[in-house]
Every structure is written in C-alpha cells, then in structure tokens.
C-alpha cells in the first residue's frame, strides 16, 4: 500500500526565514511525486510533477527535489502570500490515481 | 476554461437525509475523481472514472455512497442515507490520461462541496 508522511504538520515563518517541508513516500514503484497547494476554502492547486531521484523543479521562491524515499519543499525567503498548505501524492507505476498526505500548514508572518 | 466546477458549495444536512453532489469535469478530460477531505485523514480517493467507466471504488466507504458518471460532463455522488461521519469536504478531480494510462497523472481540483451532516 502506498504510502505518504509529511512532516511538520504546521510550520510558522518569519517573511524572508526560509525553510523546507518534508514528504516522505511508500511506493511499489514510482510514476511521479506531485505537490500542490491548497488555499482555505479552495481546492488543492498544482505545483510541480517530479519524476526521478536528483530531479529539481523551482517556481517561483519554491524549489521541490527528489530522493528514492522523500522529497523536499524548500521555500527561499517567503512571503506572507505563500501562506497555504502544502500537500504532497505520489502516483504509482501502472495506476492513474494519487495517494496524498496530510499535508503541512505553512504560516508566513510580516 | 472555467476549471471543474462542483455544486452546492456548502451543504448543510439532517442524518438519514439524501445528498448528491455535483461535478462538471474540465472539457476534453477523460478521467474523473472523487476525493474527501478531513482533518483527520487528509485526501482520500472514493472512486475513479476512466471514459464515463468505475475503474476503481474500492475508497467508496459503505453501500450508503453511490457514484454515476452518465455522460463526459457530469458526474454525482450521492449519500443516502447521510450520517454525522460523512461531514467533510468532497472534491471533484479531472484529468486527461494518453491512451494506455502511461505517464504522470495532473489532476485538477474543483473548488469543493463542504457537507455538513447533522
């Protein structure tokens, strides 16, 4: 059974104190490792797909990287606006659906 | 494009009551899914459609949850009768999968329908 943990479940910053979030993963074989956002009230939003280890996607103040058990969201001198949770899934070898954690609340304060 | 677009928004509801909620899928998208969301168990899959078919409803909770898929550009899900545990919010997903399902899968999330059982 596939599997996603992600750690901390809430985290608080500082404008500009950068950080990273942490989604560690269970899978038989990996298709790809997606994270999203998620705004109060809004559905989750789409960030990055990564699909092998030592991969790296960046948008914005956001880079995401990949090993073979976890993967990592670092957040480069945030903002207030990149206040949100963040949610990680993986996507299994021959499956179309995604298995998500529970997420990380990040609190960017000014 | 307007996204996929879920209805109502907020329900509000008495135990033993029926509730159906609404989908509209991205146009040219051929799969759909239906999540729920709590604090307790985050996003968990109830059931995927491939082309208007039930792949896989092994989320589907208990014979009370139904979910029909009649056409490209509408789906329902529908809970009778209601219970207190199914407060949560549900979210409709779209996708387009290439023939074959292979590569990775970018689901879009509609806004969320927040049922709230009595």
């Known amino acids: 059974e596939d599997q996603v943990t992600q750690s901390p479940e809430a985290l608080r910053l500082q404008e500009g104190e950068s950080s990273s979030l942490n989604c560690s993963y269970t899978v038989s074989g990996l298709r790809g490792l997606f994270w999203y956002r998620q705004d109060p009230g809004k559905g989750p939003e789409f960030l990055f797909t990564l699909y092998s280890a030592g991969e790296e996607k960046e948008k914005e103040r956001l880079k995401a990287t990949l090993t073979k058990k976890e993967s990592f969201l670092h957040i480069t001198a945030p903002k207030p606006e990149d206040s949100a949770t963040y949610l990680c899934?993986?996507?299994?070898?021959?499956?179309?659906?995604?298995?998500f954690g529970k997420g990380t609340m990040l609190l960017v304060s000014p | 494009d307007a996204g996929v677009i879920q209805s109502p928004r907020h329900e509000v509801t008495e135990m033993g009551q029926e509730v159906t909620l609404r989908c509209k899928p991205i146009s040219g998208h051929n799969s759909l899914f239906w999540y729920r969301q709590t604090m307790m168990r985050g996003l968990e899959l109830l059931i995927y459609?491939?082309?208007?078919?039930?792949?896989?409803d092994s989320g589907m909770p208990e014979d009370r949850f139904s979910a029909k898929m009649p056409n490209a550009s509408f789906s329902t899900l529908k809970i009778q009768p209601s219970e207190p545990r199914d407060s949560a919010v549900y979210f409709c997903?779209?996708?387009?999968?290439?023939?074959?399902?292979?590569?990775?899968?970018?689901?879009?999330f509609g806004a969320g329908s927040r049922l709230t059982v009595l």
């Open positions: 459609f491939n082309n208007n078919v039930p792949i896989d």
């Open positions: 899934a993986v996507q299994a070898l021959g499956y179309s659906t995604l298995t």
């Open positions: 997903a779209s996708s387009l999968r290439l023939q074959g399902g292979v590569g990775a899968n970018v689901l879009t």
